[in-house]
């Protein structure tokens, strides 16, 4: 073999050692974030409703089973949890308007008249909030519907409504309402009434409801 052709031969053979030597290292995959743990919100949804088994439509007492079915007096509500919290006074302060919920408002549904406590409520949809004081908390309706709970606005008031008040022996965890109905005698012509009663931490609080003025 020529002097050239062994100089060639042997380039050829180093520089495939080379390439060999430098090939890249495989790309090594992204590492990946851990997944998300899923955690539970801090407020849950409620709801609670009253069913009148007639409705006054076309200037009378309609039965069940046509068209409008029963009416209902019904409230739906964020529910906070006290979660080892002191309510009243730090959850809830004093002397200011409060959501009397969680989140979303707090909404009234009237499927008929209703008076609260002595206030006349058209049918329709409302919010409600409580004003607390040391002197006695309201119930306040507002004409305001399917708002944020702390966008109230006080030139939107229906009513605002005294509410019973009593120390409770035992806190309640979680903020919640009842529509309690008052039994009446097979052939009362007294209509439907009852009580509203809402209670969180160790105070509750009630007034009256009835269907009608």
């Given at each position: ?54 409705r006054w439509l076309l200037?009378?007492?309609l039965a069940t089973g ?60 409302y919010t409600l909030f ?84």
């Amino acid at each position: 073999m020529s002097v050239s052709r062994l100089v060639v031969a042997s380039f050829l053979l180093v520089s495939a050692d080379l390439g060999a030597q430098v090939q890249p290292a495989p790309a090594t995959p992204a590492q990946q974030p851990a997944p998300a743990v899923p955690r539970v919100a801090q407020s849950t949804r409620a709801s609670v409703e009253a069913l009148i088994d007639r409705r006054w439509l076309l200037g009378r007492w309609l039965a069940t089973g046509g068209v409008a079915g029963p009416a209902r007096i019904a409230i739906a509500y964020g529910q906070p949890h006290a979660r080892g919290r002191t309510v009243l006074g730090t959850v809830v302060p004093w002397d200011s308007v409060w959501r009397t919920g969680a989140n979303q408002a707090t909404q009234l549904t009237a499927e008929l008249d209703i008076t609260i406590g002595n206030s006349f409520i058209p049918r329709g949809i409302y919010t409600l909030f409580t004003l607390p004081t040391r002197s006695g908390w309201k119930l306040i309706v507002s004409k305001q519907n399917l708002q944020w709970g702390t966008e109230y606005d006080p030139a939107q008031d229906l009513a605002r409504i005294d509410l019973r008040s009593r120390t409770l022996a035992e806190p309640i965890e979680s903020l919640t309402f009842w529509l309690i109905p008052t039994a009446e005698t097979q052939g009362s012509t007294t209509l439907p009434r009852g009580a509203l009663k809402l209670a969180w931490g160790n105070v509750e609080l009630s007034t009256d409801w009835r269907v009608g003025r």
